[in-house]
Every structure is written in structure tokens, then in C-alpha cells.
């Protein structure tokens, strides 16, 4: 089953109203909401331009409008007079929740450490939201008991089983390998027992350290998977591989090219198959940045809200030496400038870009390394809108999602409000004033 049979789009706003418990009369002013939020700048994330102040309202955890804010009316007796909670916003902005197209959780869970894997992943999930990711998309290793936490994730607010506020989920269960067609199309199988959201497998040999899946073996990966209604994400570094996996319908290209340039033939599989490209540039900053102590440990923006373990751990002395003394981390770091100038080359081309991080291991810090990837992305040439589009209303649609990633009429309520331009700089949506999932706010989640 796909994730858009699995959670259809309440189709417009007439169908949201109609689905929603009689309520009382309120005043024109103001329609029937649970959250007004007026004043701010809006960027819906479909390509439409930063609006002028607007009033957004939010019914149900789902946006029920976005419009103009006009200047004699009175939102917040309006609102006060109806009971409703209302946002003054003046001269800050909002915009779409970020959505993780490649993150992990659960990765660093350790058994017997007292904390269940469950309750480990509902953890991460409300760090990535406290940071502006209101959506991840976790691409392996994901264990049985995290598809219930994803389902929790993507009920009504009010349902008495919805999960706690943080990020939503998808799932892709455990990396499907094999050595033979026979044994990746029963691992798939199995994979797909589970209800995952994607099928994930890997084509890489490590730097030539391990055996890559062979073209037979991730082609019958692909043809099984389909079989089950469900895309393969696609880890892979050798531009060869892209374009294999391309031809035999991978759903997701879920790291950069890394080893040379894209060619035209690449770029016209990209525009032949309508499959997305995630960058990813902050995995590569992962395998390098603790052979010592990397500077952005005195960042307060990571360090008011990080899993102080995972820091003690990338700062033992004896794992730092071996990072430098490894040739895969000089061999990455040259891997991260061919990524960007490749991320470059795809965005000029009108290849969809899809924001993700890989995020989640050890060291990846989740939420943090989001923000550090718009940095890269920046660095590599994109302007803030274009990052901006491809945490949102691009990675929503490269997740075939229809009910997140935009500010429009039925959508989830899922959303940042910021207190400086996003658009003059990505690096704006460090400015967290606050973060709704769903409608809810997330506690902690204002940030420097």
C-alpha cells in the first residue's frame, strides 16, 4: 500500500469543514479556526512569492486559509471574542515545515540502555521538530516497533492514539542486501511484510572496501518492490551506478554523484523519469569533521539542544585519531566538493531537488545538520528560495505527499514561524520563534 493510499488528502477546504464536529457561531471576522496567526509575512512553499501580512488559519491541525490581512480589521478581538488562540506576528515570517527526504531515527538506540526503541525514536522525532523538521523520511534500519510510532504521527491531533508532538514519520524498515537476485527479491518480500514506506537498498562498495549489489540484483530489488506498489531509494556514490539505477526505475536517487561531473545523458534520465535527487552534503561532513574537535561544537544553536552522548563519543581521543589517520575521510572530503558542484549542475537542469541529510547516526545530529545542509547547498550556488523549495513543496511531492509541505487550504498544519527573511538568507531559519505540527506547538522549539 503507498503512502497516498495509506493517508488521502482531504480534498479542499468544503470537505475539511464538512469532516469537522458542529461548532458555534463566530464572529465574520473570523471563521471558524483553532489557531489564528496574523501579521506575518507568508511563503507557502508552491513557487508563489513571500506574501504581504497575512492571517493564517489553521482548523484541525489543517490549514483552513491563508489571506491577505486587511488593515481596519480587529483579528485579535475577533478571535478573542470566538475563544480562538491568536499569534500576533507582526514583522516576523512563516513558512512550510521542513521535510527530511533522507534522515534516520532509531540508529542510536542502544539495547538494554533503559529507554525502549519506541520511546528512543518519539525522542528524535520531537528534536527534529524542535529544530523546524516537521517531517522525516527514514531510509533504513528502521525496527518493527518505529511503524507504529509512524502511524501515531499521521492521525488527527485530536484522535486518542495520535502520537505526541514532533515530527512525522516514514519508514523504510531494514536495508534490503542479498549476493543473488534470488535472495534481494525474498528480502524485499519481507521488508514489505512490515508496511514500510519505502524499500531502501545500497550500491556502493565503501571505496572499494566491500562488494557493491550487482545491476541483476538491485533490478530485481526494483521489479519485486513494484510488485508490492512500492519506490526503492536508492544509496549509491559512482555516477555509473546513478545512471543503472535510473534506467532500471529506482524511485529515489538518495546521495549525491560523488566520484566525477554529471554528463547530459544523466541529467536527461533525471527529466526522462521524473525521480528526485537528494544531496545529502552533510553525510560527507560526518565522515571527516571529528578527526578533532570540529567548531561547530561551539555553536549554541546545536549545543542548547544536542544528545550530549553522541558528542562524548565523536570526541573520544583514539576515534579521532583514527579518522585522521584514515584515507576515506580525505577521500570524502573531496567526495563533498564534487557532490556540490553536481548539486549545481542538477538545480540549473530543473532536476526536482530533494532536501535530505542523512542525519541520525552517530555524529549526524538531527535537526542541527539540517540547517547545516542549507549552508552547503548555499555554497554550492542555490539561492535561498531554491533550498527553501526543496525542503518543502518539493520534497513533499518527491514523497508524493499531497498534504504537507505547502501552506494551502487543507494541508497539514505544519509550520515555521521565524523572526527574520528566510529568503534573503537561508540561514534565517535559524530564527525560530516557534514550530507547529499539526497546529500544536512544539514545546521548546524557539530557538537563537
Avoid at 542523512?358 to 550556488?381: I, K, N, W
Wanted: hydrophobic share 45%; proline share 6%.
Amino acid at each position: 500500500m503507498t503512502a497516498r493510499q495509506r493517508w488521502p488528502r482531504v480534498a479542499g477546504v468544503a470537505a475539511l469543514l464538512a469532516a469537522l464536529p458542529a461548532c458555534g457561531p463566530a464572529p465574520s471576522a473570523d471563521p471558524a479556526s483553532d489557531l489564528v496567526v496574523y501579521g506575518a509575512r507568508v511563503w507557502d512553499g508552491t513557487g508563489a512569492g513571500l506574501s504581504e501580512p497575512a492571517v493564517m488559519r489553521v482548523v484541525a491541525g489543517r490549514i483552513l486559509s491563508v489571506e491577505p490581512l486587511a488593515g481596519d480589521a480587529d483579528i485579535a478581538a475577533a478571535a478573542e471574542a470566538a475563544g480562538v488562540p491568536a499569534i500576533d506576528a507582526t514583522g516576523q515570517f512563516i513558512i512550510p515545515g521542513l521535510i527530511n527526504v533522507h534522515g534516520h531515527v532509531g540508529g542510536t538506540w542502544i539495547p538494554g540502555s533503559g529507554v525502549e526503541y519506541a520511546e528512543y525514536a518519539v525522542s528524535e522525532l520531537a528534536r527534529y521538530a524542535r529544530f523546524g523538521v516537521t517531517t522525516v523520511n527514514s531510509l533504513g534500519g528502521d525496527r518493527e516497533p518505529v511503524f507504529a510510532v509512524r502511524d501515531a504521527s499521521w492521525r488527527p491531533e485530536a484522535a486518542e492514539d495520535a502520537g505526541p508532538p514532533g515530527a512525522r514519520l516514514l519508514v523504510a524498515g531494514p536495508v534490503v542486501t542479498g549476493a543473488s537476485p534470488e535472495e534481494v527479491t525474498a528480502a524485499v518480500d519481507a521488508a514489505a511484510a512490515m508496511g514500510p514506506d519505502w524499500i531502501k537498498i545500497r550500491v556502493d562498495d565503501n571505496l572499494g572496501t566491500s562488494t557493491k549489489m550487482s545491476p541483476e540484483s538491485y533490478g530485481a530489488v526494483i521489479a519485486r518492490a513494484g510488485e508490492h506498489g512500492l519506490r526503492v531509494a536508492s544509496h549509491l556514490f559512482y555516477h555509473e551506478d546513478a545512471k543503472g539505477l535510473l534506467r532500471a526505475g529506482t524511485g529515489l536517487v538518495a546521495h549525491s554523484i560523488r566520484d566525477e561531473p554529471v554528463d547530459d545523458e544523466t541529467i536527461g534520465l533525471f527529466h526522462e523519469t521524473g525521480v528526485c535527487y537528494v544531496p545529502t552534503l552533510t553525510r560527507e561532513v560526518s565522515t571527516y569533521a571529528y578527526g578533532d574537535r570540529p567548531a561547530f561544537f561551539d555553536d549554541p544553536f546545536l549545543m542548547s539542544d544536542v544528545d550530549s552522548a553522541q558528542v562524548v563519543t565523536v570526541s573520544d581521543p583514539a576515534r579521532q585519531e583514527r579518522i585522521r589517520a584514515s584515507g576515506a575521510a580525505e577521500a570524502y572530503g573531496r567526495a563533498l566538493e564534487v557532490a556540490q558542484s553536481n548539486l549545481a549542475l542538477l538545480a540549473e537542469a530543473g532536476v526536482p531537488i530533494a532536501f535530505g541529510t542523512d542525519s541520525g547516526p552517530v555524529g549526524r545530529f538531527q535537526g542541527y545538520f539540517e540547517h547545516m545542509e542549507m549552508t552547503l547547498m548555499a555554497e554550492a550556488g542555490l539561492s535561498p528560495e531554491q533550498i527553501l523549495r526543496s525542503a518543502t513543496g518539493v520534497a513533499a511531492d518527491c514523497l508524493d505527499r499531497d498534504d504537507i509541505g505547502t501552506l494551502e487550504a487543507g494541508r497539514r498544519a505544519d509550520f515555521l514561524l521565524l523572526r527574520a527573511n528566510p529568503l534573503e538568507d537561508a540561514a534565517n531559519v535559524r530564527a525560530i520563534e516557534g514550530v507547529w505540527v499539526g497546529g500544536e506547538l512544539i514545546d521548546g522549539s524557539r530557538r537563537f
